[in-house]
Nanobody, 116 residues
C-alpha cells in the first residue's frame, strides 16, 4: 500500500518559516520524481516545487528564492523549507510522487496559513 503522509503545516505570521515533511512508503522512492503542490480556496491546485531522483529542482516563480525542496532517499522523505512566508502562500499543501511509467500518488494535504 502506497502512503504519502505530510506533516509540519500550521499557522505562521508573515515573514516566518515553516518546514513541511512528507514520509513515503510502499514505492521505490528513489525512482520517483517528487514534489509539492498547493491549493488555495477557490483556486486550482498549482505546482510549488519538484525534485528529481538525481536532485534537479524546479520551482514556481512565486516561491523562487524563498522555498527549498529536498529529499532523503534513505529515509524516503521529502521536505519543503518555506522562508519569508507571505499571506498568499496560504493553502493546503500536497506532496506528490510520480514515475516515468505514469504512476502518480498524492498525500492527504496539510494546511498552511500565513497571517499578515
Amino acid at each position: 500500500q502506497v502512503q504519502l503522509v505530510e506533516s509540519g503545516g500550521g499557522l505562521m505570521q508573515a515573514g516566518g518559516s515553516l518546514r513541511l515533511s512528507c514520509a513515503v512508503s510502499g514505492i521505490t522512492f528513489s525512482r520517483y520524481v517528487v514534489g509539492w503542490y498547493r491549493q488555495a480556496p477557490e483556486k486550482q491546485r498549482e505546482l510549488v516545487a519538484t525534485i528529481s531522483s538525481g536532485g534537479s529542482t524546479n520551482y514556481a516563480d512565486s516561491v523562487k528564492g524563498r522555498f527549498t525542496i529536498s529529499r532523503d532517499n534513505v529515509e524516503k522523505t521529502m521536505y519543503l523549507q518555506m522562508n519569508s512566508l507571505k499571506p498568499e502562500d496560504t493553502a493546503v499543501y500536497y506532496c506528490n510522487a510520480r514515475n516515468l511509467w505514469g504512476s502518480i500518488y498524492w498525500g492527504q494535504g496539510t494546511q498552511v496559513t500565513v497571517s499578515s
